[in-house]
């Protein structure tokens, strides 16, 4: 079963950190990415860019509202996600233990994915 492990930290911290210590940090992920697609079981890893360069369709009004900014104020922001292929939610919450070993802070929200193809017949 695929799942999405949603990476929330405060932007802000994450942020501040000088060139090495970010470096630092995707060089202990890049061990469990390495992990994770020698098992064959790494998919779409993304990054986000700051939530200042987010805009939001707000889907409630007439016409629908676009706004500069993330949809909804919080303590930590969405940074990135990571979607990998495990047995059971407890393989993604390993995956995810790896991950908070390597990047520690902040918070993974993991949930498993359902597909969606138009046209295609669903069971």
């Known amino acids: 079963m695929l799942y999405a492990i949603l990476c929330y930290h405060d932007e802000d911290f994450v942020g501040s950190w000088s060139r090495e210590e970010d470096a630092a940090v995707m060089e202990r992920l890049k061990v469990v990415h390495g992990k994770l697609a020698e098992q064959g079981r790494l998919g779409p890893v993304a990054r986000l860019l700051p939530t200042t360069a987010a805009t939001t369709l ?66």
């Not at 900014?69 to 303590?75: M, N, W, Y």
């Not at 939610?89 to 070993?101: F, H, K, M, Q, W």
């Open 58 to 123: 707000r889907k409630d009004s007439e016409p629908p509202l676009v706004i500069d900014g993330p949809f909804a104020e919080t303590k930590e922001q969405l940074l990135g996600f990571y979607v990998v292929d495990c047995a059971d939610l407890d393989g993604a919450l390993e995956v995810a233990r790896d991950l908070g070993r390597a990047n520690p802070g902040g918070a993974y929200e993991i949930r498993p994915i359902g597909t969606f193809m138009p046209g295609a017949v669903q069971p």
